[in-house]
């Protein structure tokens, strides 16, 4: 059994005595409502930054709502690098003001701009309803770079968990010359392999809000077509070729069922010649990058994926 953090257990006595319900025993509805106020109770206090602007993309299924960040240390006229930011909840939850706080951070870590992206949610919208939002936000902000303040030669993806899994598939499709090639991905424990095969699945069923049976709910109402969850662009682990892909950062913790794909995907890029930052914590759990408030690693962690992004830039 993995090492836990006071942190951590004293978050899940403080959710067990509030007597939760897991999110798979609930509608989506409900799920998103908890969420969103569960979030609030974790989050830290918002890092001030230099700007904080709502943007729309054009997108296949109407507008994009996006968020853009300037770093506090920048200038106005500034030509800033950007990370295109997407938001985990397992493709259900989650959305631009749950994940305001990592952003902000991250924002400021790095020095430059973030752009954070609402893409359409599951089971409203399933696969391939997310991933289209995030390709057409990634083009918009590539194509009005210069009106956004935005270096275009400096764009990076990345996200938690869903959002990772989405940051990979960009990622790919930038390597194949289907969208403008990033320049780095920031892989926040990712889910990478939707085909659910990986021993996480087997080791993590209790104890946490993440389990593996959470991750069947969430997977179940994305991509109900198990023929689908093999496609690389569901399941980016299951791509054949990892080379040539941008610098990664992948950052994994042993209370989650995703921790040993996350892993592996690290080792693939690895093995393929690409640049890798890895960050494994063994007692931490999954979501706890958003739990600044509570958790305290999560501020350094973020700190640190952002100064592995301002080098690379």
């Not at 106005?76 to 950007?82: K, M, N, Q, Y």
């Not at 042993?254 to 890798?276: F, M, N, T």
Request: proline share 8%.
């Amino acid at each position: 059994m993995p090492a836990i953090h006071p942190d951590v257990k004293k978050l899940l006595e403080a959710n067990a005595a509030a007597g939760r319900l897991p999110f798979e025993a609930q509608s989506p509805a409900d799920a998103r409502a908890g969420y969103a106020a569960g979030r609030a109770a974790v989050t830290p206090p918002l890092d001030p930054v230099a700007l904080r602007r709502d943007l729309d993309a054009p997108g296949n299924g109407g507008p994009i709502p996006l968020r853009l960040y300037r770093s506090a240390a920048s200038q106005p006229d500034a030509l800033l690098p950007c990370l295109l930011y997407l938001h985990g909840g397992g493709w259900i939850l989650g959305d631009l003001d749950t994940h305001e706080a990592i952003c902000r951070r991250l924002a400021n870590a790095s020095g430059g701009a973030v752009v954070a992206v609402h893409y359409r949610l599951a089971p409203e919208h399933r696969y391939p309803g997310a991933i289209d939002d995030c390709v057409s936000a990634f083009s918009y902000i590539t194509e009005r770079a210069p009106a956004l303040g935005i270096d275009r030669s400096r764009i990076a993806v990345g996200g938690d968990s869903a959002g990772g899994n989405m940051a990979a598939v960009l990622a790919l499709m930038g390597r194949d010359g289907a969208l403008p090639r990033a320049v780095f991905q920031l892989l926040i424990y990712p889910v990478v392999d939707l085909t659910m095969r990986s021993a996480g699945y087997e080791r993590v069923t209790s104890g946490v809000p993440l389990t593996a049976a959470t991750m069947r709910y969430f997977i179940g109402h994305y991509l109900p077509n198990v023929a689908d969850r093999s496609d690389w662009k569901a399941s980016p682990m299951l791509a054949d070729d990892f080379s040539g892909l941008p610098p990664a950062f992948v950052a994994t913790c042993a209370h989650d069922p995703l921790c040993e794909e996350g892993r592996a995907y690290a080792r693939k890029l690895d093995e393929a010649g690409v640049s890798v930052t890895e960050l494994h914590l063994n007692d931490q759990m999954h979501g706890f990058a958003g739990m600044g408030g509570v958790i305290g690693i999560a501020t350094p962690v973020l700190d640190f994926a952002g100064a592995v992004l301002r080098d690379r830039w």
